[in-house]
C-alpha cells in the first residue's frame, strides 16, 4: 500500500505529467492553481507519495463559498434563515490515472473535510458543497454522502451534521 504526504501545493511540485483524465482538471493543475493560491480565491492541497515527495499523485481546492437557502433540500433549509448560507467549497479533486482506484480519492476527500472541520471553528459554514464536474463525479461524492441540490444534479452538499 501506498503512503502519501498531503501539504499545500508549492512551486517544487512537478505537475506537468499529472493526468486525471480529465482535461480542465489537468489544465487547472498545470497552468492556474498556483496564481489562483496566491490571489487567496482558492487553497489547493497536493498528495504524493512518501519516498516521492514532488510527484504529483492528486489533488483538491478549499475556498469559501454560498448558496442561496432555497437551493438547499428542504430538510436542511428549514432550519436556516432566508439569506445566502456560508458554505466550504471543494471547487476540484482529482487522482491521477496511475493512483486511481487505490484509495487516494477517499483520502483526499477526508482530508478536505478534516480541514473544513477545523476550519470551521473560526470561520461558520453549514457543510460542503462540490460542483462534480460529470456523472461519474457525482456517483464518487455521493457514495460519501453528498446530497444534490434540488435541481442541479452536479452540484452536492454534505451537511455537517454528516461528518462533524
Ligand atoms: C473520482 C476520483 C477522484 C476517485 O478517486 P480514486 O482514488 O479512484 O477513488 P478511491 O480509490 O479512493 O475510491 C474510494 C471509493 O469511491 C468509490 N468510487 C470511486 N470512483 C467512483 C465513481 N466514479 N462513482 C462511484 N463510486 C466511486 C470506490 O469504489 C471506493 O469505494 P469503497 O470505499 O467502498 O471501496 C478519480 O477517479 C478522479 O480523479 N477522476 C477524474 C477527475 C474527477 O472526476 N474528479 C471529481 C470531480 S471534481
Known amino acids: 500500500m501506498i503512503s502519501y504526504v498531503i501539504r499545500a501545493h508549492d512551486v517544487k511540485i512537478d505537475t506537468k505529467?499529472?493526468?486525471?483524465?480529465?482535461?480542465?482538471?489537468?489544465?487547472?493543475?498545470?497552468?492556474?492553481?498556483?496564481?489562483?493560491?496566491?490571489?487567496?480565491?482558492?487553497?489547493?492541497?497536493?498528495?504524493?507519495?512518501?519516498?516521492?515527495?514532488?510527484?504529483?499523485?492528486?489533488f483538491f481546492t478549499l475556498s469559501a463559498g454560498s448558496v442561496k437557502c432555497s437551493d438547499l433540500p428542504e430538510s436542511v433549509a428549514r432550519k436556516l434563515p432566508r439569506y445566502p448560507i456560508p458554505v466550504a467549497l471543494i471547487g476540484r479533486l482529482a487522482v491521477d490515472q496511475v493512483f486511481q482506484g487505490k484509495g487516494l480519492g477517499s483520502i483526499l476527500l477526508a482530508e478536505a473535510c478534516l480541514k473544513v472541520k477545523q476550519a470551521s471553528a473560526s470561520l461558520a459554514?453549514?457543510?460542503?458543497?462540490?460542483?462534480?464536474?460529470?456523472?461519474?463525479?457525482?456517483?464518487?461524492?455521493?457514495?460519501?454522502?453528498?446530497i444534490a441540490l434540488p435541481g442541479k444534479s452536479d452540484r452536492l452538499l454534505l451537511p455537517n451534521a454528516a461528518y462533524f
Open 17 to 58: 505529467k499529472f493526468n486525471c483524465g480529465h482535461l480542465a482538471l489537468n489544465d487547472y493543475i498545470r497552468r492556474y492553481a498556483a496564481q489562483d493560491v496566491k490571489r487567496d480565491l482558492t487553497r489547493v492541497f497536493v498528495a504524493t507519495p512518501e519516498d516521492d515527495i514532488n510527484h504529483l499523485a492528486g
Open 125 to 146: 459554514v453549514v457543510g460542503i458543497v462540490v460542483d462534480a464536474k460529470d456523472d461519474s463525479a457525482a456517483a464518487f461524492y455521493r457514495h460519501f454522502g453528498f
